[in-house]
Nanobody
Framework: QVRLVESGGGSVQAGGSLRLSCTAS????????VGWFRKAPGKEREFVAA????????DYANAAKDRFTISRDNAKNTVYLQMNSLKLDDTAVYYC??????????????WGQGTQVTVSS
């Protein structure tokens, strides 16, 4: 099993940037595909981005393409989500999640507690 802790959330003005981190402990981190999800008030949780075990492949939701970048450093047991050109609609609680499977946008077994991102005008 792997335990995940997110950090890096906060408040930012529209057009600004934030970098979220997801740090893992427990099992060998490189055994896990890792994704970022978000949940805004009144909306369903949605997929944002995911990265393969060794970091060679990435997947992004349409809302994240060209603005967000996911990366990982397995030596530090950490996955990052660099978010640029933030919009009001990006306001949400962001969660990282991990799985040992291959279903990139669903079926994650392990979840962090979430970190709040608030974008203001």
């Amino acid at each position: 099993q792997v335990r995940l802790v997110e950090s890096g959330g906060g408040s930012v003005q529209a057009g600004g940037s934030l970098r979220l981190s997801c740090t893992a402990s427990g099992d060998t981190f490189s055994n896990y595909l890792v994704g970022w999800f978000r949940k805004a008030p009144g909306k369903e949780r949605e997929f944002v981005a995911a990265i393969s075990r060794l970091g060679g492949l990435e997947d992004y939701a349409n809302a994240a393409k060209d603005r967000f970048t996911i990366s990982r450093d397995n030596a530090k047991n950490t996955v990052y989500l660099q978010m640029n050109s933030l919009k009001l609609d990006d306001t949400a609680v962001y969660y990282c999640a991990a799985q040992q499977g291959q279903t990139w946008r669903r079926d994650y077994n392990f979840w962090g507690q979430g970190t709040q991102v608030t974008v203001s005008s």
